[in-house]
């Protein structure tokens, strides 16, 4: 089990290796990273199924992280479709994904679906849910 201090260097560590391979925005090149479900998803796992946490290093942890994780503002991601029927998808972020349903500029243009989204597609069909395709 590892102690206070490891376990929260560990942490960041963790986050921004993750980090790495996260998409980016099609249209403004931000990293899309989700830090705080990974964060949670991470000392689950490391208290849960490899038993290197205890439960009470978990707020010491977060407190850590706050503090130290270097890229608290990455935007989360959003699975925007280009094309519905053959469900082509691309990372934006939330802010560019209502630009590009919204705006009438050419840099958000060419990223409107070519078609409309089925009558039938219902909530949990998202595109938040659905896998990305390239």
Known sequence: MWDTPTACKKTVEYL???R?????CVCCDTVLFNWEVMLSAYL???????????ASMHHDIFMYVFDHYPYQYDEHLCRHHMNYAKNIQVPVCLSCHGKIHNSSDPKYAK?????KKPKNQTQFDSNVYKPFVH
């Open 16 to 18: 921004i290796k993750e």
């Open 20 to 24: 790495e391979s996260a998409p980016h």
């Open 44 to 54: 689950f796992d490391m208290e849960y199924r490899k038993k290197k946490l205890s």
């Open 111 to 115: 990223w409107k679906p070519v078609d």
